[in-house]
């Protein structure tokens, strides 16, 4: 397995027969080298969203379109998106169902957050806000999505039982360092945690110290942009 962070919440990971595009935000990202895109998207099976945000569904249609690739989420919002961009062929399911990519098998379930996109007057809400469990190779993987602290990570964590945890952490928007922390010590058994949603812009956290310093005895790895993480 290999998980690269693409800026932002954006992942590329690489599991079993699939390479899974979470949330690619590239366009205007100021963390993606807009250089490098044809190297982040290369090879990409499907596109996995976990809500409507700009920041995180803007470059899925376009992928898509290049790429011949499904469109995977909530189904809402994958038939609001197919139906707007002219794509079909998307995987739409809910909360609690489990699809198989490639051989991954992803699970979705519960975020606490919001889920909008832009409309000619005003937000309009899409579906609702999701995280993964992503399954395969020998790990599990929890990507959090957009979230803050919930009760439902209790069974969440004992359920799945995951080794790696994907969460947005950088605050203002979703659950800062410290509330991360707080749940995966609360809810989880992580051997590896990876911060997201951070570092993009100001009125975010720009580093994972509070995180390092509330998670001893797990290993926190602060992502760089397009450096593979090995599993």
């Known amino acids: 397995m290999q998980i690269i962070w693409l800026g932002h919440s954006g992942f590329r990971i690489e599991v079993e027969g699939a390479v899974l595009l979470v949330d690619p935000w590239l366009t205007g990202n100021p963390m993606f080298p807009a250089d490098r895109r044809d190297e982040a998207v290369d090879g990409a099976t499907h596109v996995l969203l976990t809500h409507a945000h700009g920041d995180h569904s803007a ?50 379930v519960n975020a606490s957050h919001s889920s909008t ?8 809400a899409v579906g609702s806000e999701a995280g993964y469990m992503i399954a395969g190779e020998g790990h599990t993987v929890y990507v959090s999505g957009d979230t803050d602290i919930m009760a439902d990570m209790a069974w969440m964590g004992e359920l799945h039982a995951p080794d790696i945890g994907i969460l947005c952490a950088g605050g203002h928007y979703t659950m800062d360092m410290k509330r991360a922390a707080w749940a995966a010590r609360r809810y989880f058994n992580f051997k590896t945690v990876i911060p997201c949603h951070y570092r993009t812009f100001g009125a975010l956290a720009q580093d994972a110290t509070d995180m390092v310093v509330d998670l001893p005895g797990v290993q926190v790895v602060e992502p760089q942009v397009l450096e593979p993480i090995r599993f």
Do not use: H, Q
């Open 117 to 124: 996109i832009a409309g000619p007057e005003g937000p309009v």
């Open 59 to 108: 470059d899925a249609a376009a992928i898509c379109r290049e790429k011949g690739i499904p469109l995977v989420g909530i189904y809402d919002l994958v038939s609001w998106i197919e139906g707007r961009e002219g794509l079909s062929g998307g995987i739409g399911f809910n909360k609690g169902g489990t699809v198989d990519l490639g051989g991954a098998k992803v699970t979705m």
